[in-house]
T-cell receptor, first 115, second 109 residues
Framework: DSGVTQTPKHLITATGQRVTLRCSPR?????VYWYQQSLDQGLQFLIQ???????AKGNILERFSAQQFPDLHSELNLSSLELGDSALYFC??????????????FGSGTQLSVL | GQNIDQPTEMTATEGAIVQINCTYQ??????LFWYQQHAGEAPTFLSY????GLEEKGRFSSFLSRSKGYSYLLLKELQMKDSASYLC??????????FGPGTRLSVLP
């Protein structure tokens, strides 16, 4: 158990809908990262938050948004869903930012299926 | 730009040794990580290199050459449970971790 909690584990929805994925980092970790992994693809970086502030952005679509709350949990919002958004979405956390050997700890992921 | 390359698939026999290579070109470098990922599961940390050389950890070793932008993961005494994808990732100074496409390793009896 990595200590990172993601909910829900599975989500099935229809095109055009909006969903929210939730992540609670390991106790004490300030950084939260979101990744998308499509079938047989690598991990695509979406966005990073550090202590409530956005710190880095990857190839995140405008239909997607995220935030990190004062209690450090994070939510990823996906709207106007398309079939191609079906993927495994991972949240990861690390203690600080920019320190060497700050490895990522991953949650178990949310499997999103858009029908 | 940022680019990480790994072989897509590899096959090896139980008990053998396999080397998975990773080459990278990134805008920043604060260390290189190797993760293991079984299908449908979360990646789990295997090893970390920030200085040139070999890091050994039981059956797993990882090597880094910063001047060549090259790393490899060496798996010894392969077991069936080692069948998984192996992801190379570069820490871009904590702003993000850039992951390679992953190498799918199949261990055959």
């Amino acid at each position: 158990d990595s200590g990172v909690t993601q909910t829900p584990k599975h989500l099935i929805t229809a095109t055009g809908q909006r969903v929210t994925l939730r992540c609670s980092p390991r106790s004490g970790d300030l950084s939260v990262y979101w990744y998308q992994q499509s079938l047989d693809q690598g991990l695509q970086f979406l966005i990073q938050y550090y202590n409530g502030e956005e710190r880095a952005k990857g190839n995140i679509l405008e239909r997607f948004s995220a935030q990190q709350f004062p209690d450090l949990h994070s939510e990823l919002n996906l709207s106007s869903l398309e079939l191609g958004d079906s993927a495994l979405y991972f949240c990861a956390s690390s203690a600080r930012q920019g320190e060497a050997n700050e490895k990522l700890f991953f949650g178990s992921g949310t499997q999103l299926s858009v029908l | 730009g940022q680019n990480i390359d790994q072989p897509t698939e590899m096959t090896a026999t139980e008990g053998a040794i396999v080397q998975i290579n990773c080459t990278y070109q990134t805008s920043g470098f604060n260390g290189l990580f190797w993760y293991q990922q079984h299908a449908g599961e979360a990646p789990t940390f295997l090893s970390y290199n920030v200085l040139d050389g070999l890091e050994e950890k039981g059956r797993f070793s990882s090597f880094l050459s910063r001047s060549k932008g090259y790393s490899y993961l060496l798996l010894k005494e392969l077991q069936m449970k080692d069948s998984a994808s192996y992801l190379c990732a570069v820490d871009n100074y904590g702003q993000n971790f850039v992951f390679g496409p992953g190498t799918r390793l199949s261990v055959l009896p």
